[in-house]
């Protein structure tokens, strides 16, 4: 943070001001005129994630990302499910309820229920999240029963697993509560594999991932095909993979190891007595 040049303090040299009348700045504001931009800052995306979920109010949080719509009325359709599934929130219990991710093409719009989603899907103006970037990183369990099951009414669990086998990689989105782990504030939005550290960690603590029937996310319109990130913040990509390494180190030591649960995509946890960790290359 930049030192104040005339010892101004920063609630007063703070304005929260707008004309309404002009376009909304993310229409205006290109990314090259932000301050972050201009300073080359990282965005702290985990540490914005922990004081979100930190300073929830409700018992229930569910940490999503800006750019992602929920099922309209999903917290009342959560509630009512919180009072129908009483045995899934037991004290010592360790469950999270997912709702599974896609993206709609450009020219579509959000659609409103799951009947209206499969109808998207079958016409492929919707797929699952990032299917041509990192499918495995946002395929629910048992997902292709999912996208042809029909709606029903309310809300439920359609499957439930762990993050292991073929989920070994899953970045899954959740309602959990604030007993859960947070995430680890090293990573940044830049380099990647933000969500990942709590993942492996909810992994090594046997955590069950419900997922929900009726709910999903939808990205704002707009299909990726290729993570830009990945070259236009290269040194910060290759910053957090080494890091990654020794974090690796430090979750064994605190959670203890387990051959089920990986790291990131690039890494699985292999228990040495030197090198905690091994270096596999995608075929």
Not at 115 to 120: A, S
Not at 236 to 258: F, P, T
Request: hydrophobic share 35%; charged share 25%; glycine share 2%.
């Amino acid at each position: 943070m930049p030192k104040s040049k005339n010892r101004t303090r920063l609630i007063d040299a703070y304005k929260d001001e707008y004309d309404c009348s002009m376009p909304p700045p993310w229409q205006e504001v290109h990314d090259t005129d932000m301050y972050k931009t201009k300073h080359e800052l990282l965005y702290p995306i985990n540490v914005v994630r922990n004081v979100a979920k930190l300073a929830a109010q409700t018992y229930f949080v569910f940490p999503s990302d800006i750019e992602l719509y929920p099922t309209r009325n999903f917290i009342s359709l959560f509630l009512n499910f919180v009072q129908e599934n009483m045995d899934l929130f037991r004290t010592g219990n360790k469950n999270v309820f997912v709702l599974p991710i896609f993206e709609v093409m450009e020219n579509q719009h959000v659609p409103e229920n799951k009947t209206e989603l499969l109808r998207m899907l079958k016409k492929k103006t919707a797929i699952i999240f990032h299917q041509s970037v990192c499918i495995v990183c946002h395929r629910v369990v048992e997902s292709e029963k999912w996208v042809r099951s029909n709606e029903t009414e309310g809300l439920g669990v359609f499957s439930v697993g762990k993050r292991t086998g073929r989920y070994m990689v899953w970045e899954p989105f959740f309602v959990c509560t604030q007993k859960e782990p947070l995430w680890d504030e090293r990573m940044t939005w830049e380099g990647q594999n933000n969500k990942m550290i709590q993942a492996y960690t909810m992994c090594v603590m046997d955590y069950d991932f419900h997922v929900l029937d009726n709910a999903f996310l939808i990205h704002k319109p707009g299909v990726k095909k290729k993570k830009v990130q990945l070259v236009k913040f290269q040194d910060a990509v290759r910053w957090s993979n080494r890091l990654i390494k020794n974090i690796s180190i430090e979750l064994q030591e605190l959670y203890g190891y387990s051959s089920n649960c990986s790291i990131t995509y690039k890494t699985v946890m292999k228990k040495k007595s030197k090198v905690p960790f091994e270096i596999v290359k995608k075929t």
